[in-house]
């Protein structure tokens, strides 16, 4: 039996280019917030990930799903210590719970599509990065000391959103 709707949820627009979307720097990318999982009753989240050339995350993994489409560019992605390079227009997905990260090697900026089930993920980057203005401003310039204190919270946080880092 499908539930009775909910008229207390609303539709959602996502443009990262809108003025009220959340902008995060984080180890060198920038991420755009565009459905939350406050949005989404925790269902999902979708974030618009831009990742300079030599960016991305350091080996991972976590017990949600993790689906990426490239819109620009070309990722390697490390799947359970094999690598995979994924061009635009290509979509990936990372089982929960297996190791995992990626890095642009390309020499060339490349943007993607983060999509988390349940919602989460979207919760830990807000308050483990740096807020910026928009998906162009360029990252903070951080003191060895606020890098230091970023990775912190980040492995301190990590364990609360389901992730842990190899």
Known sequence: MIPDDD??????????DDPATTYISLVGNTYA?????????????LIDMRVPDGGGPP???HDFEEMFTILEGEIEFTFRGEK?????????NI??????NFRN???APARMLCMC????QDEYFTRIGDAVPS???????LTPDEVMERRRRAAELASTYRSEFL
């Open 7 to 16: 008229p207390a949820r609303s539709l959602t627009v996502a443009n990262p």
């Open 33 to 45: 917030m565009l459905i939350t999982g406050e949005q989404t009753n925790g269902q999902y989240c």
């Open 59 to 61: 080996p991972h993994r």
């Open 84 to 92: 995979h390079t994924v061009r635009a227009g290509s979509t990936i």
């Open 95 to 100: 089982p929960a719970n297996a190791p995992h």
């Open 105 to 107: 090697n390309s020499g």
């Open 117 to 120: 089930t349940p919602a989460g």
């Open 135 to 141: 998906l162009d401003a360029p990252p903070p310039q």
